[in-house]
């Protein structure tokens, strides 16, 4: 016979505590919200180690539009432990991520293996914390860090350590000059396409990339004459 006191405990016991592990973390990877999310590794250690699972099965994770900063960021990344693709770009309330936090993510298991990374707008960081988090990032294939303040600097660490990147986003990059460009073509060899809306510099820096590239796609469309690559 049970103890009436566990008795009791059962007779409370909800019908989702009742659910299998696996699929209470599978539901809660459908929490889309991160107060959501918080409040309900809040209710029980079972919710919260749910909470837990459902972040480390996750292949997607995006704070853009919500309004988290270095510590908040890094606390669900670090538990993240198969993802894919990070985007932190910043809205009006959203993203308020420093180098400090950019040091702190470059600690997490799954950097390594990102393809898609999104910094777009986060103007808290510098050249120091984007080559922190970029050398460890080795499996990009596409990189968002448009509206930045970087400079050639960090263009040189992507292109020493992101051999497959595809795609980058450098919108707005007004520190970037010709230089940073050449050594990202030059050693990314499989970049397909350059976003360089905004940036300073000549049509003649472009020539010169899909001289060395005739297949890359200078974005948007029309920032150049029609011209002929042999």
């Given at each position: 016979m049970?103890?009436?006191g566990v008795e009791q405990v059962d007779d409370q016991e909800t019908p989702i505590d009742r659910l299998p592990f696996d699929l209470l973390a599978h539901i809660f990877a459908l929490l889309t919200c991160f107060k959501d999310l918080a409040?309900?590794?809040?209710?029980s250690r079972k919710w919260r180690e749910g909470v837990k699972e459902s972040l480390a099965r996750r292949q997607i994770l995006s704070f853009s539009g919500w309004k988290v900063d270095d510590d908040s960021t890094t606390r669900l990344?670090?538990?993240a432990y198969s993802l894919k693709e990070l985007d932190i770009s910043r809205s009006?309330?959203?993203c308020q991520i420093t180098d400090r936090g950019l040091y702190q993510l470059s600690t997490a298991r799954c950097?390594?293996?990102l393809s898609s990374l999104s910094l777009w707008g986060t103007t808290g960081i510098t050249d120091t914390g984007v080559v922190q988090l970029i050398s460890r990032?080795?499996?990009l294939q596409h990189?968002?860090?448009?509206g930045t303040f970087i400079t050639d600097i960090s263009l040189f660490a992507i292109a020493g350590s992101c051999p497959h990147l595809k795609t980058i986003v450098l919108w707005g990059c007004r520190h970037v000059t010709e230089n940073g460009l050449l050594?990202?073509?030059n050693k990314c060899r499989k970049l397909e396409s350059i976003n360089a809306w905004g940036m300073r510099v000549t049509v003649d820096c472009f020539i010169g990339l899909l001289t060395i590239s005739p297949a890359l796609q200078i974005q948007p469309k029309g920032m150049l004459p029609n011209i002929a690559v042999f």
């Open positions: 049970k103890r009436k409040q309900t590794s809040a209710v990344v670090l538990l009006r309330w959203g950097i390594s293996n990032a080795s499996s990189l968002n860090i448009g050594a990202l073509v």
